[in-house]
């Protein structure tokens, strides 16, 4: 039973416009995170925030900005996106210091044209 | 990269044959993960494997650990046709925990 949840599951724009994901978990857990998964399936970290503070920033373009306005949301805005931002983007969730497992939503894939 | 390759890597078996998958990878970690991906959805653990296990079952599933060549492997014994799915492997290189850095992934596809 799913308890990332993504929205939305799909979104088509035109290059310059601005796009927002939104992610919500009701596990309880205290550490979320945002992948990008590009065509080839490769996942790479993007995001994570624990409690509500960013741990993790890894080298994405600035118009990328993560947004967290409680631990079990964490949503993510696109300023003026590009053509290679086209690919599915990921939420995950798990426990700080707890289990290793990482929870992921089912994505929202992004197209851009 | 923390892998040493970057390609999606397809395989396709027969229902009932065995099937191994593999990973290298770079930096020193603590534990190894094992996630599955079906179409249009997200990642799911099917096993972990932690530095200080060379072996890890679970049902069908069987991983292996050897920090020594810093490579892992995950078969899987007489593969069903819901087996099929893109597996990937992950580590976390700062073993706090706070990421996962995931291989290339194999592509595999279980037909009749």
């Known amino acids: 039973e799913t308890a990332v949840f993504q929205t939305p599951n799909y979104h088509v724009t035109q290059v310059g416009n601005e796009v927002s994901f939104n992610c919500k978990q009701t596990l309880g857990h205290d550490t979320m995170y945002w992948y990008k998964q590009d065509s080839k399936k490769l996942l790479k970290i993007m995001f994570s925030?624990?409690?509500?503070?960013?741990?993790v920033n890894e080298t994405v373009p600035r118009r990328f900005s993560p947004q967290s306005s409680d631990k079990a949301h964490l949503n993510l805005r696109i300023k003026s996106v590009e053509p290679e931002d086209s690919a599915v983007y990921l939420c995950?969730?798990?426990?700080?210091?707890?289990?290793?497992?990482?929870?992921f939503g089912p994505g929202t894939r992004l197209t851009v044209l | 990269s923390q892998w040493g390759e970057e390609n999606l890597q397809a395989l396709s078996i027969q229902e009932g044959e065995d099937v191994t998958m593999n990973c290298s990878y770079k930096t020193y970690t603590t534990v190894v993960h094992w996630y599955r991906q079906d179409s249009g959805r997200g990642p799911a653990l099917i096993i972990l494997?932690?530095?200080?296990?060379r072996e890890k079952r679970s049902g069908r599933l069987r991983a292996t650990l050897d920090t020594s060549s810093q490579s892992s492997s995950l078969s899987i014994t007489a593969a069903q046709c819901e087996d099929t799915a893109v597996y990937f492997c992950a580590t976390d290189p700062s073993s706090s925990f706070s990421k996962l850095v995931f291989g290339q992934g194999t592509s595999l596809s279980v037909v009749p």
């Open positions: 925030y624990n409690n509500k503070q960013l741990i």
């Open positions: 494997i932690r530095s200080n296990e």
């Open positions: 995950a969730s798990r426990n700080w210091g707890g289990a290793y497992e990482q929870y």
